[in-house]
């Protein structure tokens, strides 16, 4: 079993409509957790941050840890077909850096 | 700012051919690192340089060689490559070990690599 699971999708959704992707993972000790976007042919980039539990928002998105559950979100408020992209959630713990990578999320915003 | 910068783009090797990959970082980051990415694997983590003159094995070494050449330079070499070596290689930078240091990982755009 994978350290984190992530649904490949891919996701279809129309323009307009609240976009939820999501990560499961095993190891509770897991304390940073990350959103990076990838588009097609390019390098992944950072989305958003969170440390431990709670959300954060920014702008149309809002990344969500439930530590008890082992499950983080992010959400996507009034898509747009400018966030047709794959969506890779990451997760390290306190005392280490390297990263813990889902297998990303295809997401597609039909206009 | 260029940020990080991958070459070549594209590269077709036969097997048993080597061939390295070059990846240079304009950023002034201490730490470097390779990944591959595989449909429905996600990102591997090949090797990685935490800072100029050190270099530790990730999840995938095997059948790789890396060299940290200065602080901007981290190479990946394949010295006899195999079908099974056959995907989208990124180079990435970050920030650790300097002053503010969140964990982001800055990435260069790739170079996709088939071996026949």
């Known amino acids: 079993q994978k350290e984190v699971e992530q649904d490949p999708g891919p996701l279809s959704v129309p323009e307009g409509a609240i976009v939820s992707l999501n990560c499961t993972y095993s190891n509770s000790a897991f304390q940073y957790f990350m959103w990076y976007r990838q588009y097609s042919r390019k390098g992944p980039e950072l989305l958003m941050y969170?440390?431990s539990s709670g959300n954060k928002e920014d702008g149309r998105f809002t990344a969500q840890v439930d530590k008890s559950s082992k499950y983080i979100s992010l959400f996507i408020r009034d898509s747009q077909p400018s966030d047709s992209a794959t969506y890779l959630c990451?997760?390290?713990?306190?005392?280490?850096?390297?990263?813990?990578w889902g297998a990303g999320t295809k997401l597609i915003i039909k206009p | 700012n260029a940020g990080v910068t991958q070459t070549p783009k594209f590269q077709v090797l036969k097997t048993g051919q080597s061939m390295t990959l070059q990846c240079a970082q304009d950023m002034n980051h201490n730490s470097m690192y390779w990944y591959r990415q595989d449909p429905g694997m996600g990102l591997r983590l090949i090797y990685y340089?935490?800072?100029?003159?050190?270099?530790d094995k990730g999840e995938v070494p095997n059948g790789y060689n890396v060299s940290r050449l200065n602080k901007r330079e981290f190479s990946l070499r394949l010295e006899s490559a195999a079908p099974s070596q056959t995907s989208v290689y990124f180079c990435?930078?970050?920030?650790?070990?300097?002053?503010?240091?969140?964990?982001?990982?800055?990435f260069g755009e790739g170079s996709r690599l088939t071996v026949l």
């Open positions: 340089s935490a800072s100029e003159g050190t270099t």
């Open positions: 990451a997760m390290r713990l306190d005392s280490n850096y390297q990263l813990i």
């Open positions: 990435a930078s970050s920030a650790k070990g300097l002053a503010g240091y969140t964990g982001e990982l800055f």
């Open positions: 969170t440390y």
